[in-house]
């Protein structure tokens, strides 16, 4: 970040509820090394909404034609009640007006009945499902606070939304392991058409007690598996994101996610009680290290430039590559890989991503893919 510029906020992940009614086993925000959320309240009230939009209304004003795209996410979400949430879009929607570029709700789906179907499609907000995939997959991590499976009701919610007509993209995390290609044709079984896939949050200090006694790479095996079932169907309608990253960095685009890191981040995470965060997925790595100690009831976005070096240096995209990094023909399309994945207590971000060897074999594969595809490698 240069010195005296604060680039515009893009996109804000505004918590709208702490607690979850499930209790992912991979969760970095209850299963982590970080305990904050016991101590901000349940829910936003809607003076701290009023006060959140402001701030970002004003935010807006500072870059003249700027827009923020808004995500409502926990905890879970819809635990904050139809009248409630209904009162929450007309709060922003009211104070954005025409700076609001996009505005969603990211569920793991289980209170979504018809109700629910019908408010969001009555306030025009789109929706992200969290699915894993069939039952086997999905309920080995994804379990409610009674140790049950939770698939049989995301999908039913994810039925009642796209019987509603609603947008809705599916977001899928990695089970190193699986079989990938089941995962894709499960989801495509349920007429999902916008997939986006993400590696699991865990720092090298967790890595091997979770993932080290896979084989190589098993990350990877699990993506080009979903890759050639993707490829297979040949069906253009069909998004993943993580994967035309993959074939789009390769090519010599840009991400047009934090995956792989090296960029600036574009978001910051508003928690219910105002406090600004940066990547809240370093919960995973420690206690704290997402502080920026601001929070919207006494401070503008761009107090940011103020924030604390790793903060300012994180959301600028200043702290350079780990040092074994630099050397690596990948480095100009990984990045470096995403900052909570190369973390260590001994240290720092001085490490090269957990999911390094992955990634490596994804940019290999999706190399030969391309040149095995005589007419995409020509253009």
């Known amino acids: 970040m240069a010195a005296g510029v604060m680039p515009p906020v893009s996109g804000v992940v505004l918590k709208v509820v702490a607690p979850c009614n499930l209790d992912c086993r991979y969760c970095y ?5 970080d305990t904050r959320w016991r101590d901000r309240p349940a829910v936003i009230d809607e003076a701290m909404a009023r006060q959140v939009v402001a701030r970002l209304a004003r935010h807006c004003d500072a870059w003249p034609g700027h827009r923020i795209g808004i995500c409502l996410h926990g905890g879970e979400p819809l635990m904050l009640g139809r009248r409630r949430f209904r009162r929450l879009v007309e709060t922003i929607r009211e104070g954005m007006g025409d700076r609001l570029a996009t ?24 929706l992200g499902i969290s699915l894993d995939g069939p039952a086997e997959i999905h309920d080995a991590e994804r ?12 999908v039913a919610g994810l039925r009642h939304a796209l019987d ?3 947008d809705v993209s ?34 090298h200090d967790d890595w091997p007690a979770r993932f080290g006694h896979l084989p190589p790479a098993a990350a990877a095996d699990y993506l080009i598996d979903v890759a050639e079932a993707w490829l297979a169907e040949d069906d253009t309608g ?10 789009g960095l390769v090519l010599g685009g840009s991400p047009r996610t934090d995956a792989f890191g090296g960029g600036p981040m574009s978001y910051v ?41 790793l903060i300012r240096d994180l959301i600028g995209g200043a702290i350079p590559p780990a040092a074994a990094c630099r050397s690596c023909p990948e480095l100009a399309t990984c990045g470096g890989g995403y900052m909570p994945h190369r973390y260590s207590r001994a240290r720092g971000f001085d490490n090269p991503s957990v999911w390094c060897a992955d990634i490596r074999k ?18």
Do not use: M
Request: proline share 5%; charged share 20%.
């Open 143 to 154: 379990v409610d606070h009674r140790g049950r499976g939770s698939q049989l009701r995301t």
């Open 29 to 33: 925000v209850y299963n982590g090394h």
């Open 170 to 203: 599916v977001l899928c995390v990695v089970k190193p392991g699986a079989p990938g290609g089941d995962v894709y044709r499960f989801l495509r079984s349920l007429d999902v058409r916008h997939i986006d896939f993400l590696l699991p949050d865990v720092p």
């Open 238 to 247: 069909v998004f993943i994101r993580f994967l035309s990253d993959v074939f």
């Open 362 to 379: 994804l940019f290999a594969y999706a190399r030969e893919r391309l040149a095995a595809q005589t007419p995409l490698a020509a253009e």
């Open 269 to 309: 995470v508003i928690e219910t009680d105002g406090a600004i965060l940066a990547n809240d997925a370093l919960r995973s790595c420690a206690q704290g290290l997402d502080e920026t100690g601001l929070n919207v009831a006494a401070h503008d976005i761009d107090a940011l430039l103020g924030a604390p070096p």
């Open 164 to 166: 509603a007509g609603l």
């Open 103 to 126: 505005l969603n709700v990211q569920t793991n789906a289980v209170l979504l009945d018809r109700a629910w179907a019908e408010l969001l499609g009555e306030l025009n907000v789109s």
